[in-house]
């Protein structure tokens, strides 16, 4: 073997084709004691069918064999290892209870428990052993149940002294993969460096390879051991932050255009508007218009919250798009949004605007497809009808998707596929923390509206038991008698709609009774009709107080509004509460915000509606949410599948992703087709975790 290598080229000096992962990518029956029969628990306990997902498949804890006490001194509890005579067996009297072996080290006596009879050949009376198990005390006397290691004294060495535990299924024990994971570390090579040099050495990490055997390898030194976790969960941040970046330049690299005009339609609606734009929708806007003028597409996040004022920079948006002669869509994920937006679009725009939903007569549909297929209709508004095969667009130059984590991500691409080299804005009211945003987001550019118009009155938030009813009552009847407008929210009672639905027509008709003829109901249920109405009439004020199910949630503006009663408040998402409250605070009055709740509520309960009351900065609540929650919840993104990291689950991820998303945007700016040597091995790193679709993706694109 030496002297081949001494001949031939050594295998790091090989030609790029050895690919240095095809050892790895292996299916896992190759290692020793994985056979076809423990293959497939073992490929679903580690994700996958290969010897790299056995690899990535991070020990929970470490076993510490080093205690070694006497009996007399020792503590129930631990692991503990002993040096013992066997003094004698005793089998057991009925056949479900366990052989014993009586033990001592001259100190004290123990039992050691054992479920098979042959491993009482193990320790044959009067023979020194050592064992290994976890210390129990029973009915007085120490007990160590089912060892893990029994070994006569000359063959102590083959117990290691830390141990990995790795998290296990129904037929698979921790020595099954030890056995394996030794076996799979045998046919790790090493791989070549991704991470940079200068951090490398800064953080004192070793390679890939050296931190995954100190990791997985026993009798490793839990200092360095946990250096090299630290490293992995980095390889696997930095993986993704590659990932990412490469989407975004295949996204900008797709073919674009340059979408300019001379302002004149924009001049007009701010005119009509009536109202200067704050600085943050002036800047949101210069961004985007700029994304527009430049030649390639458009993938840009709009960020503001509730009533920062999002409507008005989409509908300059799309009026820049019309005065370059294009189309602009505009997509809501409801009939009332859409509706919304449609009435604030027909008031500003200069140019006609079209409706598109679900539930249009077939001959009206017919003439907007017939209007947006020639040109005529430049601006549009609509539902996910929007998507649909038979919509074609004369030329649609951007694509506005509102309050897009009601959608599936691929509804949001697909609306941008619309147009040949359509730009995509992407509006959202959910305040996204920034780890979300650096992993689902990390994609599209980011503008943000850190500020609402000026002129608005705060918002005062209280909360009551909702035992204290005939209180708020009594308050909600003096600002009736003021000439409060407001909103009554029924809380989602159950999984089933019926069951709120009935909620809320409880509540309303005992609030129809109190105030008769000034009170709405608006929920999901309704024809659409009947609660396009309803919500007309509440705006209008034809009605006073609006009963509603969380259908006010998403984007409902009616600035008269200044009252919120929130009904089981505890029962809502802290997001959702934001949500349901940004809809008052609108106009310049002061606002309320009544939250109910039930009387008993726990402690998490209770700080959840405390930090309600106290903060209405949507990012404070917004991360406090997603610390509750976990992430799934915050965007409601559930179906799009999250980020599952293998090992970057460790309470320093934030910090090490700050860094990744710096390490990555270097290597990008210099390399971004990965072809010097640490691209290359950039590109190595996307395989080892999957995600080398970026790479295709940005090589197709
Ligand atoms: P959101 O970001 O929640 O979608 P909207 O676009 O619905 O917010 O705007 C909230 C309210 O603020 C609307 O009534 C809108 O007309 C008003 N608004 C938006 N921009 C301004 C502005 N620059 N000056 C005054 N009022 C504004
Ligand atoms: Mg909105």
Redesign the pocket.
């Known amino acids: 073997m030496g002297d081949q290598s001494y001949s031939h080229p050594s295998p790091k000096s090989q030609p790029v084709s050895a690919d240095p992962l095809s050892q790895i990518r292996a299916p896992l029956t190759l290692l020793p004691g994985i056979g076809p029969r423990l293959a497939t628990p073992l490929a679903r306990l580690v994700g996958g069918p290969r010897i790299r997902d056995l690899l990535l498949h991070l020990p929970d804890s470490y076993v510490d064999r080093r205690e070694r006490p006497k009996l007399a001194h020792a503590r129930p509890g631990g692991i503990v290892t002993l040096e013992v005579q066997v003094m004698s067996h005793e089998s057991p009297r009925t056949r479900s209870q366990p052989w014993r072996a009586v033990v001592t080290d001259g100190s004290a006596f123990a039992d050691i428990v054992l479920f098979h009879q042959a491993r009482l050949s193990q320790m044959p009376v009067g023979a020194t052993v050592i064992v290994s198990g976890r210390l129990e005390s029973f009915a007085d006397r120490l007990t160590l149940p089912h060892p893990d290691y029994v070994l006569p004294v000359a063959r102590a060495h083959e117990m290691p002294a830390i141990e990995p535990v790795w998290p296990l299924t129904a037929g698979i024990t921790n020595r099954t993969v030890g056995k394996a994971m030794s076996g799979a570390l045998m046919r790790l090579t090493d791989l070549p460096e991704w991470i940079e040099p200068s951090l490398l050495t800064r953080r004192r990490w070793l390679s890939f390879s050296a931190c995954l055997r100190l990791t997985q390898a026993p009798d490793t030194d839990v200092k360095a051991r946990d250096l090299a976790r630290l490293r992995l969960a980095y390889d696997e941040l930095l993986a993704e932050q590659i990932a990412l970046g490469l989407r975004r330049l295949a996204r900008r690299e797709r073919p674009g255009r340059s979408l300019t005009g001379d302002g004149h339609l924009r001049a007009e609606a701010l005119r009509r508007f009536g109202?200067?734009?704050?600085a943050g929708?002036t800047m949101a806007l210069a961004e985007i218009e700029a994304d527009m003028a430049a030649p390639r597409p458009m993938v840009r996040l709009l960020q503001?919250d509730?009533?920062?004022?999002?409507?008005?920079v989409a509908l300059l948006a799309m009026l820049r798009a019309a005065e370059a002669g294009t189309q602009a869509a505009i997509m809501a994920p409801t009939e009332i949004l859409v509706q919304q937006h449609f009435r604030t679009l027909t008031a500003l725009s200069p140019v006609p605007v079209g409706l598109l939903t679900g539930s249009m007569t077939a001959g009206a549909r017919r003439q907007v497809l017939a209007g947006l297929a020639d040109g005529s209709i430049p601006l549009v508004v609509g539902t996910h009808a929007l998507f649909q095969k038979t919509v074609e667009f004369h030329d649609l130059g951007l694509a506005v998707i509102d309050e897009q984590h009601r959608f599936g991500v691929d509804q949001r691409i697909s609306l941008g596929d619309k147009g040949d080299r359509t730009d995509v804005l992407v509006m959202t009211?959910t305040p996204i923390p920034r780890s979300l945003r650096l992993t689902q987001y990390g994609e599209m550019d980011l503008s943000q509206l850190t500020e609402k118009?000026r002129g608005r009155g705060s918002i005062r938030t209280t909360l009551h038991g909702l035992g204290a009813m005939g209180q708020v009552i009594g308050g909600i009847t003096r600002a009736m008698e003021r000439g409060a407008r407001i909103y009554w929210v029924c809380p989602l009672v159950s999984e089933s709609e019926a069951m709120d639905l009935s909620a809320a027509e409880f509540r309303f008709d005992m609030l129809n009774k109190r105030f008769p003829g000034r009170v709405g109901l608006a929920h999901g249920q309704q024809d659409g009709k009947v609660r396009e109405d309803a919500l007309a009439d509440f705006s209008a004020g034809r009605t006073q107080l609006l009963v509603a199910t969380t259908v006010v949630e998403v984007?409902v503006?009616v600035?008269e509004a200044t009252v919120m009663v929130i009904e089981h408040a505890e029962r809502f998402g802290l997001a959702q509460l934001h949500q349901l409250r940004g809809r008052v605070g609108?106009g310049a009055e002061e606002s309320f915000c009544l939250l109910l709740h039930e009387d008993g509520l726990t402690k998490i309960a209770q700080e959840r509606l405390i930090l309600m009351r106290d903060t209405t900065d949507g990012f404070v609540i917004a991360d406090a949410d997603f610390r509750i929650r976990g992430h799934g919840d915050v965007t409601g993104t559930k179906q799009s599948g999250l980020p599952g990291y293998r090992l970057a689950d460790i309470p320093d991820q934030e910090k090490l992703r700050e860094v990744a998303v710096k390490d990555a945007a270097m290597l990008l700016d210099h390399d971004p087709h990965l072809r010097s040597p640490r691209g290359q091995a950039a590109d190595v790193l996307l395989r080892l975790f999957d995600k080398e679709n970026a790479v295709r993706r940005m090589q197709a694109g």
Do not use: E, M, Y
């Not at 109202?275 to 704050?278: A, M």
């Not at 509730?306 to 008005?312: H, R, Y």
């Open positions: 109202f200067q734009p704050t929708q503001g509730v009533g920062s004022g999002k409507t008005l009211a118009p984007g503006d600035p609108r």
